[in-house]
């Protein structure tokens, strides 16, 4: 593995596998930090089997080409993010959809991510601009009502609930109010009224304030509105969204390493 295959702007970089592409290089930390966990795509929050996931490379390419095709599109709308504020073109949100887990939902919405931060990153230096330090956010829906359910629990000691309460919050505000934002496998059933509130109040502020957003789900976005427990929500979604359904068979646990 060259140090290349390390960097998701390589494909866009003019001195990729030149001498100067290591992990000195400026551009590469800011992308990822000196470790290769840092940086702004390691401020994303990104599960680390994802950390170097691109539209390009993404193992749900061939078997999606159709979505990805699309997606080739959609990513263009991204420079928006620098557009007119007196005259603002909106970015629209994507639900990634499949009732069967392993299609590829997870690994794509990854892939826009970085793409996100790539086009904020190249776009804000090109503009003379600073490029913030978390552009994007990934929030796992699932380990988010894991450490809900850790502080919610009766009895439970305080040097636990803590850490799990302190992340929980930080999460949220994070999820809130960055610029794109993936919420992955919002489709949860039976969460806790506390839970639902806080994943509604996330939807609703980043709906409201126009912020572009990457649902995953095995729900139908037809279908939402049962697991919500109400239908305003729902509705809100479906505004500026796309909807795609991931085809295919479980690739989970058929990973090479
Ligand atoms: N169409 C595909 N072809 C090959 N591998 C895939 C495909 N879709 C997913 N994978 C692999 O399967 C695993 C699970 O994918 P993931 O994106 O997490 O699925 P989902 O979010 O739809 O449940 C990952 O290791 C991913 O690389
Ligand atoms: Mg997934």
Redesign the pocket.
Known sequence: MSHADKCVLARLCTLREGPKCSTLCGSYIAMHGHNGEGGRIGNGNLPA??LL?TLDN???????SEIYGSLSVYVRTFTRQFGDETKPEPIKSLY?Y?R???????????ALLSEWITVHYVGSLRRGQQPVERPAYFLDINGWQTDYNEFNRPRVPEHIAEPAAARYYAARQRAMTVPFAVL??IGVREPTEGFRADLHSVINARVTAGLPTVY?S?VPLDELHTVFGERRLADRIRDLCMEFT?K?E??????KV
Do not use: C, I, W
């Open positions: 089997a994802y996931v993404s193992p749900a390419r061939t078997e999606q990634l499949s069967t887990p392993g299609t590829g939902k997870t690994t794509t919405a990854a992955d496998d995953t095995n991931f295919g479980s690739h989970r646990g058929m990973r």
